[in-house]
């Protein structure tokens, strides 16, 4: 149907044949019910079809027909479905069932072969063609193609049509494959109207319609609309549907986080950074064939640190989403389930001396050790839980508050070494807080004791609990239900797996992951490669740089950085080459600086890079904070840069 502007709103759909090449998948469902990757055949077709502005979509039914009026309904969204039957579906072709839709290509109308699987781009470019002339969509021929071959003159009309079998002896520039789609103005429709009404007098109803439109070639012009490189594929045997599910891959994303890698110049590196002193040549590479940026991680009023960066860049607003500290989201990982009236405090082990807090992480204490001090403390009441984590990190859970978390302030033990512990205590901001504040705090103090008491056996460098980062239920919505796709995070620490699972995303534990530089990197990458096989989204995190910055390990930094791009970004990309070339992209980058200088993170923009499909290179030579800065890069937010990714 065209309107008088001479678009056209009309789609027929042929779907009438036996499918017999799918046996036994069509023993019980049509040709046109097939799924590639979950979804059927036709469904992607209405989909892509009222999304470009087809208002009805006449289709022709035969075997199993009553099952696609079942499934597909009377109406698509905004779309009206109406439907034809052919009855003797299993003698006739393509050409009857489009004679029995004469009527509605005699108005003008989109005709689509119900095998074809095809992506948007390719059905938006034909509806933006204007409609004065009538357009076969069609791909270059290639030696793996056979069937509906066209001939184009110079001026993009077809001159001639055919059906092969096998190679030709030359492939040339203006041989065309037929993708099942055409755009008949409706006079042309009238005209092929009366073409096919001649064969069905005539008792040639088993033949394609490629070869009625073949012999009138001469009698009205027919031009190419030329996709070559868009997607589409037909849909015959089993050999199709294996090639249209590889054409139809998803694209896969990798975002590599290597938390605190950036940081000031040094001195002792010749006023470069580590990043610039690293040897990373397989980050580098990226960068010099990626777009780089920097990116805002880190807002006022809320904490400088991991939880903020990280889950912005999962595309959750923390200004929106941040659930007063970073507990609760380690609670979730250890299965720790909290109510609403609940708060999870992180719960250090950490060494002082002479009153001023010497190290937050009790250099570095064991995992044993640690379960066995925290597992040995006394519990003051019914209402608190105390649970071992990993090494010096550790939970904190106090039951039925009746306070809310944001009404007691913290301070982050990392952010304030040398300083004196009584004055970096919990404090409360209303008269309960207080209250509750200063029990926790009677009960950080007295810690040591019980603390100093085990260490005379098992000699340990921490002496006291250090209670921080209150926080409440974390709520978030579902990472695929925002963003459409399956989603997995690879990470150690806690925090991370419990914001995957808030999202609902897949966070399994890792063996020997420990988020120091000793930490299981050939793990994490196994992990990374299995997950990419069930998800379209992987959220790699390495912590291992921003520990050594904490420790003051200027070598060690280098080192830890140099390892993950040497044992994770060249054999990932590897991998993607090998698996999924030109259907991915890779990002890499530091969540926020951690400073060799005092060990505190910063709130400076960070570097990041972008590689892959449809992304356009830009100048950068090497990736370092520098290196990008210089050039002035657009800065984007954190929670916008899903959006970017997946969408762009």
């Known amino acids: 149907m065209e309107d008088n502007t001479g678009k056209i709103y009309k789609a027929v759909l042929l779907a009438a044949g036996l499918g017999s090449r799918l046996k036994p998948l069509t023993d019980e469902v049509p040709k046109c019910l097939t799924e590639v990757h979950g979804k059927p055949i036709i469904n992607q077709t209405l989909e892509i079809l009222e999304k470009n502005g087809i208002r009805e979509t006449v289709i022709v039914i035969g075997y199993l027909g009553e099952i696609v009026e079942k499934k597909v309904g009377t109406k698509y969204r905004n779309m009206s479905i109406s439907y034809i039957r052919n009855d003797i579906y299993d003698e006739t072709n393509s050409m009857y069932s489009a004679w029995l839709a004469r009527k509605y290509l005699e ?7 119900g095998d074809t699987f095809f992506e948007e781009k390719l059905f ?104 070559t490189g868009l997607k589409w594929a037909e849909l015959d045997s ?14 896969k994303h990798v975002v590599i986080i290597i938390d605190g890698a950036a940081d000031m110049p040094q001195e002792k590196l010749g006023n470069r950074t580590p990043l610039e002193a690293a040897d990373i040549p397989s980050i580098d590479k990226l960068a010099r064939e990626g777009k780089t940026g920097l990116m805002r991680t880190m807002y006022p009023g809320l904490p400088v640190g991991s939880i903020v960066a ?11 989403y941040y659930p007063n500290g970073r507990a609760s989201f380690e609670a979730l990982a250890q299965d720790i389930f909290m109510d609403e009236g609940d708060i999870a405090f992180r719960c250090n082990l950490v060494s002082v001396s002479d009153g001023i807090l010497r190290d937050f992480t009790a250099k570095n204490i064991d995992y044993d050790k640690g379960k066995k001090i925290i597992e040995g403390l006394d519990i003051p009441g019914e209402d608190i839980e105390i649970y071992p984590g990993q090494g010096y990190r550790n939970l904190f859970i106090l039951r039925n508050a009746g306070i809310n978390a944001g009404e007691i302030s913290s301070s982050e033990p990392h952010m ?29 103090m007295k810690s040591a004791e ?8 098992m000699g340990t460098k921490a002496d006291m609990i250090f209670l921080w980062s209150p926080s409440s239920e974390p709520r978030l919505p579902s990472f695929r239900g925002r963003y459409g796709v399956d989603g997995a995070v690879i990470a150690g620490l806690d925090f991370m797996r419990g914001i995957a699972i808030a999202a609902r995303m897949e966070a399994k534990k890792i063996h020997g992951a420990t988020g120091h530089s000793d930490t299981n990197i050939a793990e994490k990458l196994r992990h990374t490669i299995n997950a990419l096989k069930y998800n379209d989204f992987i959220y790699l995190h390495l912590n291992a740089p921003d520990e050594e910055s904490h420790s003051g390990n200027l070598e060690g930094k280098i080192r830890i950085i140099e390892k993950i791009d040497r044992e994770v970004v060249k054999p990932l990309k590897k991998y993607l080459d090998d698996n999924y070339a030109g259907k991915y992209r890779m990002t890499i980058l530091p969540d926020h600086y951690t400073l060799l200088e005092n060990g505190e993170h910063s709130d400076k923009l960070v570097p990041y890079l972008v590689y892959g499909e449809g992304i356009k290179k830009d100048d950068v030579k090497s990736f370092s904070e520098r290196a990008v800065e210089e050039r002035g890069r657009t800065m984007m937010k954190n929670y916008e840069f899903i959006d970017f990714l997946l969408k762009g």
Do not use: C
């Not at 990280?310 to 929106?320: D, E, I, V, W």
């Not at 304030?416 to 009960?443: D, F, H, M, Q, W």
């Open 107 to 113: 108005e003008g109308a989109i005709l689509i072969e």
């Open 124 to 227: 938006s470019s034909v509806m933006e063609r204007k409609a004065e002339k009538s357009f076969w969509v069609l791909d270059r021929f290639r030696i793996d193609y056979d069937g509906s071959l066209s001939v184009s003159d110079e001026k993009g009309r077809i001159i001639e049509t055919k059906i092969v079998r096998g190679q030709l002896a030359e492939y040339k520039d203006n041989y065309f494959k037929s993708t099942g789609v055409l755009k008949l103005t409706g006079e042309y429709g009238r005209e092929f109207s009366r073409w096919l009404d001649e064969e069905v007098k005539k008792g040639n109803t088993n033949i394609y319609y490629d070869l009625v439109i073949a012999e009138h070639l001469k009698d009205a012009p027919l031009y190419v609309h030329d996709i």
């Open 238 to 251: 089993f050999d199709d549907l294996v090639r249209v599910e590889k054409i139809f891959t998803s694209r």
């Open 310 to 320: 990280n889950m912005g860049m999962l595309g959750y607003n923390p200004l929106r």
């Open 416 to 444: 304030n070494i040398g300083k004196p512990v009584r004055e970096l205590l919990l404090k409360g901001k209303t008269p309960s807080a207080e209250k509750i504040s200063g029990k926790l705090n009677e009960y950080i």
């Open 450 to 457: 019980k603390i100093k008491a085990m260490n005379r056996s």
